[in-house]
């Protein structure tokens, strides 16, 4: 993994982790819904901002190698982004 993907996606996991134990409070106390609605979007995005890193690391790392080596190694990066991104064909 690419050391600063690396360092910023661990930063991200500890904050979504923060951002679960308090869901998982507002929950237990019985918060305002819309409060708890709000948690729960900031979380949502929070994962997606760290599957972008994540896919960032793939695409400089793997991928690279990957279509770099061509034939079969390029169909299985192709087909890996595809289920990534849930576009298979199905």
Same mark, same amino acid.
């Given at each position: 993994?690419?050391? *600063? %993907?690396?360092?910023?996606? +661990? @930063?991200?996991?500890? %904050?979504?982790? /923060?951002? %679960? ?6 929950? =237990? ?7 708890? %609605? ?15 890193? +994540?896919?960032?690391? @793939?695409?400089?790392? @793997?991928?690279? @190698?990957?279509?770099?080596? /061509?034939?079969?190694?390029? *169909? ?11 576009? =298979?064909? /199905?």
């Amino acid at each position: 993994m690419i050391d *600063d %993907i690396k360092k910023r996606a +661990l @930063h991200r996991t500890a %904050i979504i982790e /923060g951002q %679960i134990r308090g869901l998982a409070k507002m929950i =237990e106390n019985e918060d305002y819904c819309m409060d708890m %609605i709000a948690q729960s979007r900031a979380i949502q995005k929070a994962l997606t901002s760290l599957d972008k890193l +994540l896919i960032e690391n @793939h695409l400089r790392t @793997h991928v690279a @190698h990957m279509f770099a080596e /061509g034939g079969a190694e390029r *169909d299985q990066a192709v087909a890996e982004l595809l289920k990534a991104y849930d576009l =298979e064909a /199905g």
